[in-house]
């Protein structure tokens, strides 16, 4: 069945794709966490109805590669949040809501329902310029090659005397956040969206592991230096997920 | 489809319509905002009841242009929250209200959950008297001509100690504030409205731009002024969403 | 149509009436609000049997005219809490209880949704007999005469260090807070309800005005005075709504 | 129509009845607050299907008579939590689970939705043996005999703060507490529940009343001792309702 | 009928369990407590549709026994926040993810909505080692055997002040923590979780026990010693329920 699915998806995939490289890479480029749920007469669906539904999904990505660059994630059976979650990542934030409004007015679209939306943006890093040599070496360590299973996004807003502080005292308080996080970086990938005035939130921090007791450790460090008491939401939600392929997506979902 | 549909709706438009100028410049204004997002059986009818039922939204629109200045936002594919958003300037908040009910009760706002809704009121700006006369003159400086797609409607609330100020401080606090948001004026539109008592807000901040990355770095000055220990509350919700206009809004959700 | 109803309404209301200045002016009087929304399936029935419906609404306010003062007020196109609010005053709360239970299970009744409800009961003025003898006579000032169409309900709970202040200081915060108030007398009516134990909040705070902006700055007013800093609830929700009577509710609720 | 139902239901009530005397005075007892809203269909039911379903319930309650004592309270119309209330003494846990399965199952059951579930657990006077005699004495005062119809719930939280203080400490508190409690024993029955690890709060505080006034002014005096400064939640919800029998409750359902 | 149903379920359970004792008591191993309500149309079904659909239960915990440890939970009747609660142990939580995916997507499973979801990883203990050598071998002490009927979660959150402790003085709370925990010991089982960046906890904690009341009074003790005061979240929600096993899971529902 998978297969069958597989292949009358292929013929659909003619779009010109968008330098995914540089939208996942470079700053000033806008992610957008769309998460949904699917709504309870999705289950109802016969499995052909599904697979031509989740044919359409297939459709409205492809339809929107050339600008845009997608990630998918499964988060049913790890969140209570959400079923699916999207990344967009679009130069112009106009873009990611094109691609989501015609998600949802598609025929698999309209089994979904928003359940959470982020908006980050990525910058050139605020605090690396200022940190010791060696460190900014360490930091252009890659990390381990190999597929990195587990995601995991954890939204967060700092409070009101963070900002109060000048960037020297930011700065050195950085400095110690990025020490404890090192040790973790050949396994756990990170990425950063800022996110002030686009949603509630300050920052949008984006995690891939194939280790999750590794990214667990990482966790507990950043929650042992003093920058985390300046932290006022962590998470609320944490959402965790797998990292999956348009193709898998739809053969889980065609169950 | 979309050529169809403007047709038919501008024979329609003949009521007179209110000083829209007035009604967006003056004090003593009241401005709502009425957030909805669309129920589940909207998708579920065809596209000519569809179109049929945005029609009827126009004609409502039309039916209070003489008295009310209305604006309209898609929240959809960039809010969680809503789908969409109109703005309504009223002389008498009542005249708010009937517009409401009528767009409720029509066959098009039968489809319609409220998601939301804050009332607020224009006023003399408070600071301003008070302020050097540069920065007076700094802040009469116009906003860059063009479209500016994107609006922003961030509501706030300050906290007891900020009510406990006496005017002075508080005129020393905003003009660090408004030092702070300068920079951004050309790029970033800003209306204030005063809330306190209408809804459980102190004020309700509306931005528009085209330059979402400079709203996010004014929003990011804020921050970092003394006047921002004092707000008990900054968004919660931010509500994004794209300027459009009532043709545009019929083709989007007739899709 | 409106007339209609009218006519037929008019011949059902034949009940001897609650003695309504004394409920409305009295101590030891319970008042309830009760507010509610309209189900989905309210906006699907036809016409004729929305007004039999609100003819039955009729009735049951009738049949319980003889014990209670029912006002009526219409929160939709205002508030997004509440489609219609009930405010009850009673001598016994029973009897709020027995009119909203014949209500719930009215043919009407059962196109409604509980979405708040609080209750409060009349004393006498707490603070009054300790006040100067010029703002005494200030305070029985009347409020202007004509209609007031706004009502606002503001819910209140003051914090633990309020209450563990000695009468003396009590008194004092409060002499402060009615000076702040005074200006406002004329334009906004004010009614108090006392609710610690009977719902989570130690006041109902009720308003009426055809001067908005008077009592957005009659509340500016309150929350500058060293009373407001023991208020760790205010709103939450703040109902706004319009006054309407019976027959006005069923001509609106009809279309 | 009342009267056919209580001889029908009169036919069925042959099971034991436990020691309801003991369950309700003894320590070690577990008490069950279990509130339920009735569903959109049970309005839609006709009045017959309805009074069967309602015999239904008298036969869960019966069925589990021998080993529990179940109260039923009406918060319809006063509470907007729930429509209905039951309270269930145990003296393992385990057995109102059982009967809670049986009324969930059950054709009535079908009908309710959980509104809110709290334990708690009767044990010895923790305070009393070291209150000074007099105050003892005055503690074993009746409350005045005949019907007490209103019913209220209040749930309670500690913060750290108490649950830090030494035994002495909390003492000369709870000393001041039953002072300014003393005066309504009278007319203000209470009971107390430990909860602490068996749901989210640390007691749950019981009252019933026919003078809602001197009920309102015990939790304003409550209110104004120092140990309130240690109680981080009050309510939240405060459940209030009246005491109903069972076929007192079939009467006004069946409606 | 609960004797019909056990014999075509033992036909069914032929698939090798994994090394449940190995998962239930080494570190390493992820543990997934997964909370469900039952939708509202499982009560609409006839008995043999949902024995039918109970055994489809049965079958998907079967095919994933190889690789998990499943435990089951009747959280009905104790908890409104869940009807049932599965407690997976896994190597890797995909493992876990995919028996969730297969049981949601079973025909059992489309009655099944979900919520809650925590995961939580088994570590060697952190302050043990550092514990006087008395209190080691107390902690070796087993509880008393026989059935342990009741089962309680409990989530918890430390605050920022906690982790910023250094290790000596974190090892000096939890030693009176432990100390106030151990007369416990015999009758109250316990296992923990450590859950920072998995979710938005730093900590499931786990009981069972056949003494309620001693299960009371261990959490009251907990709450007295001074690291309680680094506790922000505890509970919310406190999931308290049975211990059950899939044939009377089958038992219970199909009624």
């Known amino acids: 069945m998978g297969f069958a699915v597989l292949l009358l998806v292929g013929l659909v995939s003619v779009a010109e794709a968008a330098d995914r490289d540089k939208l996942l890479s470079e700053a000033g480029v806008y992610g957008t966490f769309a998460a949904f749920t699917l709504d309870d007469d999705w289950a109802k669906e016969d499995q052909a109805t599904r697979i ?3 044919t359409v999904l297939r459709g409205v990505v ?6 845009l660059a997608i990630d998918l994630y499964l988060m049913r059976g790890l969140s ?7 990344r967009v990542h679009a130069v112009e934030l106009r873009e990611a809501q094109k691609f989501l409004l015609d998600l949802q007015s598609s025929l698999f679209g309209r089994h979904l329902k928003a359940a959470g939306m982020m908006h980050g943006l990525t910058k050139k890093a605020n605090y690396v310029p200022g940190l010791p040599d060696q460190m900014k070496a360490d930091l252009k360590g890659a990390s381990e090659p190999g597929p990195k299973p587990y995601a995991i996004v954890i939204p967060i807003r700092k409070n009101a005397d963070w900002w109060a502080l000048d960037q020297d005292k930011r700065l ?3 400095k110690e956040h990025t020490e404890a996080a090192l040790p973790y970086q050949k396994t756990v990938k990170r ?3 800022h996110s002030t005035g686009l949603d509630d939130l300050d920052f949008i921090t984006y995690f891939e592991t ?3 007791e590794d990214f667990h450790n990482l966790i507990l460090s950043l929650e042992k230096v003093k920058e985390f008491q300046y932290v006022r939401q962590f998470g609320h939600p944490t959402l965790i997920g797998t990292v999956i392929s348009l193709p898998e997506i739809i053969e889980v979902l065609a169950q």
């Open 172 to 174: 050195a308080l950085m």
């Open 191 to 193: 990425k950063l969206y």
């Open 52 to 54: 031509a539904y989740l």
């Open 210 to 212: 194939s280790q999750l």
């Open 80 to 86: 209570d949040h959400a079923d699916i979650m999207f």
């Open 62 to 67: 492809d339809q929107h590669r050339e600008k």
